[in-house]
């Protein structure tokens, strides 16, 4: 904990500035006017005039959700709340007279500048990127393309087996678009999910239609000379003809502004546990920053999901408004997804390739559409993290057992108080405790829950 005054400008009339307007940037400055008054905050974003929901943006392809739907906050919200907002392109930082240009807009200065630029795709350097038909997918603009390439065509390549492209091959085959999916992996999500989980997955995104190819890497894009792509090469000499590449390799901090900069950057914006970076009243939170030590020895330096930018933006914003500035506490590991029909969610530490020392335990649906697995310490039995796909299991559960390190055997007795699959949904609970019982040689049984602990989760 650090006192307010080696942290940053506290005056009273200060002007923060925020560069990015997703969830970041807009929690941190939430946090700040609840707690100020009087700070003039402004929130720039080239992208957007207002935050929405990045996590949506498949559905408005898919026609699910309409653009106001993915808005969180009503249109007034913003002025009500004294927010001031750039909607335009930062194109230069003067970092020294504490000053941003923009675009189109007049140039303005602040007193602290909080970062929250976000992540832009990834690209390989592959020959025939820069052909029309290409693109990743990140923001709304990729969106608007999307549908341009995409309007009557009948066939397109998904590269890329993770979060992204799992989800571009459920938007195309929503519009009836037939899907090749090259993954490189030996089955999908390789560097996350076990080789169980991952099968699990792949036979589903099969069922869908998708023709999946595992094990394979693109090599080039071609055309017909029109700048149009139409083929693709891959690594096993196959061609495949396609009117659409939709790349989704993974995601890199968006620090391009910064580089010639005197700001400190590896990958992302280098940040310490306060989110300050190497300039004074300069911050940087969200998928843009990189911690120069891991938050916890089960984290990574840069942190590229939903609610760790939300947590990132709560403790600045507190930081910066309070007597004391706090380090950021991550807690449990946790993600969850969706694969087509099949949710996932994952607590704790579940690595693809199990550790040494560290055992595990897997269950699977004779239907071969729902799994389960505890990972835990081999030594001390304490757990260490879950997966769970096609059954939704309790966060709060979870991230109970494992923060005080429950022993396998325990947390196998108190599943059920784990269970959080909707009203009249089959549990698996019971079968995957004979499973463990049968594999372990335990024999153990299932305390009968009061309809006030399900309820209330209290037995917790
Ligand atoms: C398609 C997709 C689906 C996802 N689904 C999930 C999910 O299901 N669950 C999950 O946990 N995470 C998901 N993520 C990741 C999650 O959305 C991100 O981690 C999160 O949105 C990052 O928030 P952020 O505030 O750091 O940055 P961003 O949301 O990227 O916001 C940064 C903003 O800064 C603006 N900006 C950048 N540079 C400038 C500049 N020079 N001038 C002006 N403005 C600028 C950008 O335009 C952008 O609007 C998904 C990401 C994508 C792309």
New binding site residues.
């Given amino acids: 904990m650090i006192e307010a005054a080696n942290y940053c400008n506290h005056s009273r009339d200060r002007h923060i500035v925020i ?9 941190c400055a939430r946090t700040i006017r609840k707690r100020d008054h009087h700070a003039k905050i402004t929130i ?5 005039q207002h935050f929405y ?3 949506a ?2 559905y408005l392809y898919m026609g699910h959700m309409r653009y106001e739907n993915v808005k969180p906050y009503e249109d007034f919200f913003w002025e009500k709340n004294r927010f001031s907002l750039i909607h ?4 230069k930082v003067d970092l020294a007279e504490k000053k941003l240009f ?1 675009k189109q807009s007049t140039d303005i200065t602040y007193d602290i500048l909080i970062i ?4 832009i ?1 990834k690209k390989f350097g592959w020959k025939g990127e820069e052909l029309s038909g290409v693109q990743g ?3 709304l603009q990729d969106l608007n393309e999307m549908e341009v390439n995409t309007k009557d065509i009948k066939h397109a390549t998904v590269v890329g087996g993770g ?2 492209g799992i ?1 571009l091959c459920e938007m195309l085959h929503s519009r009836d678009i037939s899907v090749t999916f090259l993954v490189k992996d030996k089955h999908f999500w390789g560097s996350v999910l076990p080789e169980e989980e991952g099968s699990l997955v792949d036979r589903h995104i099969r069922e869908h239609g998708v023709d999946l190819r595992l094990s394979t890497t693109m090599e080039a894009m071609e055309g017909e000379g029109n700048g149009k792509v139409s083929r693709i090469k891959t690594d096993k000499g196959e061609t495949i003809n396609t009117q659409f590449v939709g790349l989704a390799i993974g ?1 890199t901090p ?1 620090v ?2 910064f580089q010639n900069t005197s700001l400190e950057i590896e990958t992302g914006v280098l940040v310490d546990p306060y989110f300050r970076t190497n300039i004074p009243n300069v911050f940087a ?5 990189e911690f120069r030590e891991k938050p916890d020895e089960n984290r990574k330096n840069i ?7 939300r947590m ?2 709560e403790t600045l914003g507190y930081n910066l408004t309070s007597d004391k500035a706090h380090t950021y506490q991550p807690g449990v590991w946790f ?4 694969f087509f029909d099949i949710e996932y969610q994952t607590y704790g530490k579940v690595p693809a390739t199990l550790e040494e020392k560290m055992g595990s335990f897997y269950w699977e649906h004779p239907n071969g559409k729902i799994g389960f697995r505890i990972t835990f310490d081999a030594k001390t039995q304490a757990i260490l993290g879950v997966n769970a796909l096609g059954l939704r299991v309790s966060h709060e559960f979870f991230d109970c057992a494992i923060n005080n390190q429950w022993k396998i055997n325990k947390v196998m007795a108190r599943l059920n108080e784990a269970d959080f699959d909707p009203e009249f949904f089959d549990s698996h609970i019971t079968s995957i405790l004979q499973a463990y019982n049968h594999r372990f040689g335990t024999q153990i049984t299932h305390k009968k829950l009061s309809f006030w602990s399900r309820l209330t989760g209290t037995s917790l």
Avoid at 116 to 119: E, H, M, P, Q
């Fill in positions: 560069i990015g307007n997703g969830i970041s940037g807009i929690t720039i974003s080239g992208e957007s929901s990045r996590t943006l498949m335009d392109w930062v194109t923009f929250a630029t976000g992540s795709p997918f990140y923001g979060l992204i989800e995601v968006n391009a502004l939170i969200g998928d843009c920053a942190e590229q999901v939903w609610y760790t930018g990132h933006g993600n969850s997804a969706k």
